[in-house]
């Protein structure tokens, strides 16, 4: 860090337990914390300000892609916040951060209240794994969750191409080598190509957004390798849906049947404020591959998904609803919560009684 203001403002965040910071020209400094934006008592900075706050983190590199694709997303290491996650825009000519605080321990399971069933996923010796939910709702951290799992359990190597690195893994069982875009690699696509040559057991993708890194997740997968990859969807079927639509023609056929074939779980996931909004609590939909569910993959029938996860519960499978009436059931969140995130808000209002 080279720019006084922005090492005061995240020393400022970390002592406050905040997740993000926003730097927004024309508004005071913005934290988030337990989910909700607070601004601090003080004046708003200019956008020339944020342009030289901005461009002091970034190397000739990056200040030149960034001055060519007018966003830019990097990580850099704070010696009192720890890591942390630095997304540039623009907006009005300036460039403007969001910077996510993204901590210096792996939590616990219990602690990130993920179901048991998760580790024994990551336990498969091959085949994907899918994370999944919208911006904030914790898959990085579930991610690195499962990666650390791995590490400390089998000798194996571990690659992941991150955009950029939030956690830096310590080699403990298993070799773990993490290479990051722009800094590593010179783009995600290729570094994903190259990475079936570099000999890993277990790859792990930053996040797949178009159909080159579905490909190459799917080919991993299927040639013995487990993948671990997180995706913006709001749910199991809606993942699902987003991984086959983006291809046409024979080439969705094909991987119709590999994701047939290849998948292991999905986990869906929220991030929910807090009865007493001091914190926040994770509710999820986790889908675990099973004959019924490989069927309706392959038929191509995804509508299904729904009613054979709700018969397969015994399995282990969770539907959000059930999750969501299991935090309001331990009061953990409030009904209103419960209801707004609900899948089916009706059936929702029925359990309650």
């Not at 966003?71 to 942390?84: M, W």
């Not at 024994?120 to 990666?147: E, F, Q």
């Not at 993942?239 to 024979?250: D, K, L, Q, W």
């Not at 009061?331 to 808000?345: C, E, G, H, M, N």
Request: charged content about 25%; glycine content about 6%; aromatic content about 4%.
């Amino acid at each position: 860090m080279t720019h006084p203001q922005i090492d005061r403002l995240l020393v400022g965040g970390a002592e406050l337990g905040a997740s993000d910071l926003h730097l927004i020209a024309g508004v005071p400094p913005a934290f988030r914390v337990n989910g909700e934006v607070i601004l601090a008592d003080e004046d708003p900075f200019e956008s020339e300000d944020l342009t030289a706050m901005a461009y002091s983190l970034l190397s000739e590199a990056q200040r030149q892609k960034f001055e060519q694709e007018w966003e830019l997303c990097v990580s850099v290491r704070h010696p009192r916040a720890g890591r942390i996650r630095v997304t540039l825009y623009r907006r009005n000519g300036g460039a403007e951060l969001s910077l996510r605080f993204c901590g210096e321990s792996v939590a616990t399971r219990e602690q990130l209240g993920l179901p048991p069933s998760l580790d024994d996923l990551a336990r498969r010796p091959n085949g994907l794994i899918l994370i999944t939910g919208p911006t904030g709702s914790g898959k990085t951290t579930t991610l690195n969750y499962l990666v650390d799992l791995i590490n400390s359990e089998r000798r194996c190597k571990i690659l992941m191409v991150e955009d950029p690195i939030e956690f830096v893994h310590e080699n403990r069982r298993a070799i773990v080598v993490q290479q990051e875009v722009l800094t590593d690699v010179r783009s995600f696509n290729r570094a994903l190509i190259h990475a079936l040559r570099q000999d890993p057991d277990v790859m792990v993708i930053g996040e797949v957004r178009d159909h080159e890194a579905i490909a190459t997740a799917l080919t991993a997968a299927e040639t013995g390798h487990l993948v671990l990859a997180t995706m913006h969807s709001p749910g199991v079927a809606h993942a699902m849906e987003r991984i086959i639509g983006v291809f046409e023609g024979s080439a969705q056929r094909q991987v119709i049947l590999q994701l047939a074939n290849t998948l292991q779980g999905v986990i869906a996931q929220e991030l929910l404020p807090s009865t007493d909004r001091l914190r926040r609590v994770l509710a999820y939909e986790l889908l675990l591959a099973n004959t019924a569910i490989r069927t309706v993959i392959r038929q191509n029938e995804l509508h299904h998904l729904h009613n054979v996860m709700q018969t397969s519960q015994r399995d282990g499978m969770v539907l959000m609803d059930n999750s969501l009436m299991d935090l309001y059931g331990k009061a953990q969140i409030t009904f209103d919560t419960a209801v707004s995130k609900a899948r089916q808000p009706d059936r929702f209002h029925t359990l309650q009684r």
